[in-house]
């Protein structure tokens, strides 16, 4: 099946390229990563060693990156979960 049959047109105009060489160097170098289309756009969650990227491929060309990295020693209290649900920042 062509990858590009999947996408909306537009999208396969403007960024499919771009993120399809990506997912070969994910591919390739056997990093973790996770996909999800959502109406307006692709996700991608990159996973490695104690950092992960969270990369937008919108179909206006535009991609947006994310990194969030571990800091710390990891927590093993359950307690430190409820930071979820706290509006503070």
Do not use: D, F, T
């Given at each position: 099946m062509d990858k590009e049959q999947d996408q909306p047109a537009d999208f396969a105009s403007s960024n499919y390229?771009?993120?399809v060489r990506l997912l070969d160097r994910l591919d390739e170098a056997k990093v973790s990563y996770d996909v999800k289309t959502r109406p307006a756009s692709v996700r991608l969650s990159v996973m490695r060693r104690r950092r992960r990227w969270e990369v937008r491929f919108a179909p206006d060309?535009?991609?947006?990156?994310?990194?969030?990295?571990a800091v710390g020693e990891p927590k093993r209290e359950l307690a430190v979960l409820d930071e979820i649900f706290t509006d503070d920042e």
């Open positions: 390229p771009q993120l060309g535009s991609v947006e990156i994310q990194r969030y990295e």
